[in-house]
């Protein structure tokens, strides 16, 4: 299969799926669900990766020389914790890739867009891959695109909801619109949102709730994969419109009962 | 992947993937495009396997050790055309099975359910193995299964939309009721669609235009059968459920700023 | 307001909301619910008008000289039982106006398009009003129509779901290809339902559930009235179409600023 | 009827419609919609009120003792022009109501948070009362609320669309934490659409184009004021909720059969 990758940030990436760290019944379920996606790309919020005081170990299971590791701000409230919170990071695990989010509503967990563009415009000065975490509004991801970031991660639904592509017409939007990639992010809840928003034209997507929540994970992480993949070559392959009611038959109509 | 295989009359399917052969820009794309999608199990109209005159050789383009051919009565009108159809069809091909199509009306092309249960009855009574192409309709599902179907077919969306699960909520009626295989056929117009379809727990899914009109059809049917697999893996993974509104963090909250 | 009036087998309403006579919180209730909404066509279970035993006396509460009555044949699993429970009907209510239900499956209480079919056909020939419940299944309205019955009422959505219009694309084709009025029935669960089925075409709509249930009916009952009425002019209206996803202003664009 | 007035910086509205001047065919076509229409906010840009040169005397339509104006900032592409906008328009219509809408993007109008934000917090502070045009984001609605906005505009699709509330699981979101009032703005494309953002809970919507280019603009008038009240109406009464998909009969099963 030829599909062209997915490059961020001058960095190559086979697999088109991002996976999360988050709500997994192990570690060791966790990195065989991970390694089941084929992701390359593992985000984790700070707390998992405590310095003082004992860690779960979350590093053990995510080998460097395989996963691009992005520690994500999750927990921050405003553009300054995040900022601190990114420096953490950085010295924690000796990257400088970082996912940016900023919820201070801790219900829904939606992101900030001010504190989101204040935040990523400060952390490209100090030299981060700064991916953020928005909600699907495709002027916020034009301006973060204008101060730097390295691809934009709009939301498709509220996070943990499993509900899908609801941003649908607005992530079509940011997708014709974006230059850098865009890689949607949250809401996802079944293969079939993954391989639509592949679809569509999205570079990338990130999973977690529907893997590590799912009876089997392992074997629902080898299903995302693949709709990925299918999605993604479908893309390719120019999927065909989908048109308004009159119907058309897929074969042509038998005269042999006419004749 | 250890996936259970389908099996319908006791033949067994080691594809839920069905296509069918109309619309393809030549017999060798058609080959091609069927053989990526790893289908075993191939619809045609009659008329594409007309016995006098010059037939478009879609035979030969279809092994028999490799497909399981599936003549449809596609054209007929009422159930005693298709009958007429199906004996023609079983001498023509030397096969059993019978994808059973009725309707009446040219413009929308959707299937009589008065005429497909009277045609069923009989054909069931005179040997076919017949899968018959139906609305979304519940009961008419259960009456043709009580008459002896080897399946059941329903429409997603009137055919060649692509508009995918318009009748979803039927289908999970169907699905939960039904005692023989469910395949969820027209209107599926993109893996998602198949992908979506496998993992509420249908049997199979059949696909044509989707393929047959996408820019690139041997890709687009790889992208099909990988969709269809994801979606079953899922399916027997434990698909995570859809959950309202209230978001909950798929990382534990970072109390480092706090601490 | 100038609408058209709905007229079904040459007798005039003035109002296009049916309503039914079920799950209210008492016949008072009921009657200030149904007056609210201003229906004149009020459909009712035969066991509601038991003529033996204590009845509910229901009927006290709707007058004939302003309520045309349809009694349902809800609870009947085939078309000799309907044909029997029409005639019981008849002969009780002294109306030839039927409500035309068939439902063998007591979980999901969808309807017989097989037996409905027959029943009509029947009833038709002895002289009925026939509007039968049907799924939405454009080729059996068809078939109904070339019956007689005076209209149909196919559904938007399992009856009590409140899911709105589940099957809204086959709805389309059904009022496309009426000669009859077309009645949509069940799951209509709230006033925007109501109106959009109105702004499609349909010449009147059935509910029930929404009415009954609501914590105010009688509010409720003006809510649906306004609506049907809402959606019925705008159909009139030449209700604007949906585009796809380029913005246009509503506004020209202020010049001021450039100037 | 005994509904609750909107009331938005202490001043009562009768009518929960606003409506825009855009794209009306003639001027007494508009007065004669908006008069249908019943509302009682009329928003319009500043270039229709142009101070020097021929206006089109838009004005002129729109009596004073009747409807609140409602400038708006169309066309401006960030805070500065919007607050020097608001000024001008401030002077010219004596009046201290401002619809900001900042959208830098002129081919899909949607938006910018962060201007929006800005312009708001400094248009509060000059004594405006603001209603910013917003994408359906929860957490710029806390923000702008907090800055001290009189209401809350998000939207429910791309403006000019008619596709209805795309945003619904957004919009249900805000309705819930806001302590301003909110008011669906753009996409609205039928009175089914409106009806349904006030079951939601919406406090008001604003409807433009489709409005203005429907085939009888009054007569939509008509039919949007009431699907707004029926949707209003039904809010207060309670509307009952969507149930999964299991049946359940309005009417009690009909015994006579079986006794």
Known sequence: ?????????????????????????????MRESIEASGSEMVTMAMK???????????INYLPRD??????????VRDAKEAVFAAHLAREALQTNWLKLEIHP????????????????EELVKAGFIVL??????????????????????????????N????????????IDQANVPV???????????????MEMGADAVLVN?????????????LAFKMAVEAGRIAFESGKAVSRQIEAEASSPLTAFLDS
């Open 132 to 161: 953020p975490y928005v909600h699907a509004d495709p002027v916020l991801c034009k301006r973060l695109e204008e101060v730097g970031v390295a691809a934009v991660m709009p939301l498709g639904a509220p996070i943990g909801t």
């Open 209 to 221: 709730t529907a893997l590590a929540t799912a009876a089997d994970p392992v074997k629902m992480g």
């Open 163 to 174: 509900l899908g592509l609801e941003t649908r017409r607005f992530l079509e939007i940011i």
């Open 48 to 58: 998992r990766v405590q310095l003082n005081g004992p860690d779960d170990g979350i």
């Open 1 to 29: 299969m030829n599909t062209k990758s997915l490059i961020i940030a001058d960095q190559i990436f086979n697999s088109r799926l991002f996976v999360g760290t988050g709500k997994y019944a192990s570690g060791t379920v």
């Open 105 to 120: 509503d801790p219900k829904y967990l939606l992101p900030d867009p001010v504190e989101t563009l204040a935040a990523a």
């Open 183 to 197: 890689v949607v992010d949250a809401g996802l809840g079944a293969p079939s949102h993954a391989a639509e928003a």
């Open 66 to 75: 395989r996963y691009q590791l992005l520690p994500n701000t999750s927990g």
